[in-house]
């Protein structure tokens, strides 16, 4: 069972660019949720959503962003007109349907934005 | 709403000694409480979780924590540390609204520094 898979790992974009970070979650998980990692701090809730619906974009910037995650393929995040700012590593997570609280949830790799 | 706080920014111990990270939490309710690692350049690894029982919880490669609700701390613990076990590590509570979710708060992270 692969873990959470996101990519690319690495993403360069110039400002102004759009980026779309990608995420696979674990077999079986319906939840996903989108984390950021600014340099030397701790992650940000940003969005939660399950297949179809969003159910918390209360961390979600207003503008550029936004993220899906359809009935068929991955979650995208995707941030429009990239700015330096938003230079950090976002992290997708997914857990499992069940009701049942006793459940963590498991981290992808990240991707790694960078905006030059 | 929830929060979590890491009072140390670094700690750090000599191989072979008992190491402690800190952290207390805020939350409405029943609290969910995780501990995960995060190496450099990597996704987090998830250590180990309090849901409910007893208040010493172990995990994965030798860490433990306790839970104490009347202090509202998770410290993490262990009885000997190795100098593979230098890395970040992040405390975090779930939102107790989703009860099918995992949707996560997270303290600012401890850098753990164990010397030879």
């Known amino acids: 069972n692969a873990g959470v898979m996101q990519n690319p790992r690495h993403l360069v974009r110039r400002r102004g660019q759009e980026a779309r970070l990608r995420c696979s979650p674990m077999k079986g998980h319906s939840h996903v949720y989108w984390y950021r990692q600014l340099p030397e701090e701790g992650l940000k809730f940003m969005v939660y959503l399950q297949k179809e619906n969003i159910i918390d974009e209360s961390g979600m910037p207003k503008e550029r962003f936004s993220a899906e995650f359809p009935k068929e393929g991955p979650s995208i995040l995707r941030i429009q007109q990239v700015v330096r700012g938003d230079s950090a590593a976002y992290f997708c997570?997914?857990?499992?349907?069940?009701?049942?609280?006793?459940?963590?949830?498991?981290f992808g790799q990240g991707t790694r934005l960078t905006v030059v | 709403a929830q929060s979590v706080a890491q009072p140390e920014d670094q700690v750090n111990v000599a191989e072979g000694n008992p190491l402690t990270v800190k952290c207390t939490y805020s939350?409405?309710?029943?609290?969910?409480l995780f501990w995960y690692v995060q190496y450099p350049n990597r996704g987090l690894q998830f250590l180990l979780k309090?849901?409910?029982?007893?208040?010493l919880v172990k995990g994965s490669y030798g860490f433990e924590a306790e839970f104490n609700k009347s202090q509202t701390s998770f410290h993490l613990k262990k009885p000997s540390a190795l100098v593979s076990d230098s890395a970040l590590y992040f405390c975090a509570v779930r939102d107790p609204r989703y009860n099918a979710g995992n949707m996560l708060t997270f303290g600012g992270g401890t850098r753990l520094m164990v010397k030879p």
């Open positions: 939350v409405s309710g029943n609290p969910y």
């Open positions: 997570a997914s857990s499992p349907p069940s009701p049942g609280r006793n459940t963590e949830a498991f």
């Open positions: 309090y849901i409910t029982g007893d208040n």
